[in-house]
Nanobody
Framework: QVQLVESGGGLVQAGGSLRLSCAAS????????MAWFRQAPGKEREFVAA????????YYGDSVKGRFTISRDNAKNTVYLQMNSLKPEDTAVYYC?????????????????WGQGTQVTVSS
């Protein structure tokens, strides 16, 4: 398994931007599909975005399309989530996840490695 550490969360006003980072350990990072999920208080974990091994395929959850961008730098073993036009409903703990499958999944049950999460709070 790969070890994942998220960073970049914080408090931002509505309409603002944040960039989350997820640093992965291990020499085979470029063999992992990567994803971001989020979980708001009292709600189920929600798919945000996913990116394939070399970034050729990308999926987004409907609630973030057009506002969030996922990317990865395999040389730095890091995946990013650029979040623009943030809304109060984006407030959640954001988790990074990794999957060794060549198929790009969007369900949390398909991801075997998870980070500890980073809090994002958007004030109105």
């Amino acid at each position: 398994q790969v070890q994942l550490v998220e960073s970049g969360g914080g408090l931002v006003q509505a309409g603002g931007s944040l960039r989350l980072s997820c640093a992965a350990s291990g020499r085979t990072f470029n063999r992992y599909s990567m994803a971001w999920f989020r979980q708001a208080p009292g709600k189920e974990r929600e798919f945000v975005a996913a990116i394939s091994w070399i970034g050729g395929r990308i999926y987004y959850g409907d609630s973030v399309k057009g506002r969030f961008t996922i990317s990865r730098d395999n040389a730095k073993n890091t995946v990013y989530l650029q979040m623009n036009s943030l809304k109060p409903e984006d407030t959640a703990v954001y988790y990074c996840a990794a999957d060794t499958s060549s198929f790009l999944h969007t369900s949390e049950t398909d991801f075997g490695s998870w980070g500890q999460g980073t809090q994002v709070t958007v004030s109105s």
